[in-house]
Structures are given as C-alpha cells and as structure tokens.
C-alpha cells in the first residue's frame, strides 16, 4: 500500500512539475508578445519626439499646436493673396493676336500690322500700324466681348480671331 501511495505521490508530482512547466511557457510567450509591443511603442513616440530626450508631451504637444496654428494662418495669408491674383487676373492681358501684311502693294515685305491685346472675357484693344513710302500711321481700337463699336479691317477682325483661338 505504501508503494502505490508513493506511486500516486510521483504522479501527482510529475503533474504538478507539468502544469508549472506549461504556465512558464505561457508566460514566457505572453512576455515576448508585451517585449514587441513595447517595442513599438518605442518606436512610435520616438518618430513622434523626433528623438528629442528629456522633454515632457505637454511641452511637445503645445509646440506641435503652435506650428499648425503657424501654418494654419499661412495658408489663410496665401488664399487671401490668391483671391487678390485671381481677381488682377481677370483684367491682365491673356490672349495675343498679330497679324503682319503689305497694307499697299508694290510696298515690299509684311510691315503692316494689326495686334489684339485681350483679357479673358475678349475685352481689350487692337492696334493696327499701317506703313506707307512717306509715313506711317498707327492706332486703335477698343474691344469689349471680341468686337469693337469702330468698324474693324478684316486684318484686325483677324488678330482678334488669332487672339480669342489661341486661348481656346
């Protein structure tokens, strides 16, 4: 009786040893799982310090804010200036026509010319320069929607096609 109360002790034994066993390994592997995590936690406040050592969250946060509340103002200041440009725009000139011609025959080369200076709605003006043996006579006429009030040369009508094309 004393040898199987022995045996039955040994088992329990080896049990016991077993179970213990099984719950280090458990622990070791739940250890290994809180190391990687760790590790990324490192890993990220890190890349969120910059590297930076000895400085609290308050003061890194606050200094984060301050830079977006910078950049913040910027973009507002730089949409400002946009709407401004945007408008300028509108009356700069954007649209060039020119056509050169012989406005005489027997004149010789192309010194003629007619150009169409216009801004996006087709409102400017066209400046013709007509060149002749004894003079040369220059002027222009004003555009509003890609026509004018002045009876246009089909030179002129020409550089504004030209112009109002070249933007299309």
């Known amino acids: 009786m004393n040898k199987l109360l022995q045996t039955v002790g040994n088992i329990n034994e ?3 040893v077993f179970g213990i066993l099984v ?3 458990v622990e070791l592997i739940w ?12 890993k990220s406040y890190k890349r969120f ?3 930076r ?11 984060y804010l301050n830079t977006v509340e910078e950049n913040v103002d910027k973009v507002t200041g730089f949409e400002e200036r946009m709407g401004k440009l945007e408008k300028r725009m509108e009356f700069s000139l954007q649209k060039v026509g020119i056509i050169r ?3 005489f025959t027997g004149m010789g080369s192309d010194q003629s010319f007619s150009i169409a200076l216009l801004n996006q709605d087709d409102d400017g003006v066209v400046i013709t320069g007509i060149f002749g043996r004894d003079d040369t006579v220059t002027y222009a006429k004003p555009i509003e929607g890609g ?9 002129e009508l020409q550089a504004i ?8």
């Open 101 to 103: 011609y012989n406005a």
């Open 161 to 168: 096609d030209r112009a109002v094309k070249k933007s299309a």
């Open 23 to 25: 719950a280090a390994i």
């Open 53 to 63: 050592k000895g400085e609290s969250l308050d003061k890194l946060l606050s200094s």
């Open 147 to 155: 026509s004018s009030r002045y009876k246009l040369s089909a030179e």
């Open 31 to 42: 250890i290994l799982i809180l190391h990687v995590r760790l590790s990324n936690y490192a």
């Open 14 to 16: 080896i049990y016991i």
């Open 49 to 51: 310090t910059g590297g």
